[in-house]
């Protein structure tokens, strides 16, 4: 008997898949320079090109609808919506996702959108301390804002963040991930202000 509650899916992660890291007004994140330290990646891979999806984006929804899948779900590069982490959206990263997310739905794909998916605006880390900073409950609430206004038309299913524990202590604690930073207190910081940024860009969405 067919379960209309289930969907069936799959997910992506944009730092892993899109590639095109400097073009389009896309900026560092804290994971491309992660990566290019020695020994920090398999291979010491970088994601200059990845799986190419921002260029070949059409290629995967149609391999997608071969599949048979009812939902994809991708992350958003917030380097490619606010280049700086702040101020106006970059009109180049909106428009890519927008045509992604026509192509899915053109297709019967039901776009779920993961805000944040570890790749943080280097510009935010070097200038303040990124997650450590009570400052980027703020940052973070205004960029979600960005892409609630403007795919938020078509998208209905949102996730805030992917593994908010593997930022905290993997990029504060243990310094295994981005941005590398081994801390016993640090952790706790980044984790604090990763569920502020949960509760108010989630308050936002609900109020509007």
């Given at each position: 008997m067919e379960n209309k509650e289930f969907i069936f899916g799959v997910a992506t992660a944009s730092y892993q898949i899109e590639g095109a890291a400097y073009e389009d007004g896309r900026t560092p994140s804290i994971w491309d320079t992660f990566a290019a330290k020695p020994g920090k990646t398999h291979n010491g891979d970088l994601p200059t090109i990845a799986c190419d999806s921002y260029h070949r984006y059409m290629?995967?929804?149609?391999l997608l609808k071969e599949l048979g899948v009812d939902s994809y779900r991708f992350s958003i590069a917030w380097p490619r919506i606010q280049p700086n982490g702040v101020g106006e959206a970059n009109p180049e990263g909106i428009a890519y996702y927008n045509k992604l997310i026509d192509a899915l739905i053109e297709n019967g794909i039901t776009p779920f959108v993961t805000l944040y998916h570890w790749d943080l605006p280097l510009d935010l880390q070097i200038c303040h301390d990124?997650?450590?900073?009570?400052?980027i409950v703020d940052k973070f609430v205004e960029y979600a804002k960005i892409c609630f206004d403007n795919f938020g038309d078509r998208v209905k299913h949102w996730i805030t963040f992917n593994e908010p524990?593997?930022?905290?202590?993997l990029g504060y604690g243990t310094g295994s991930h981005a941005p590398g930073r081994k801390s016993d207190i640090e952790a706790y910081q980044a984790a604090h202000n990763l569920l502020l940024s949960h509760a108010y860009?989630?308050?936002?969405?609900?109020?509007?």
């Open positions: 290629e995967d929804v149609k990124g997650w450590l900073n009570r400052s524990w593997c930022v905290s202590l860009s989630v308050k936002l969405f609900r109020e509007n």
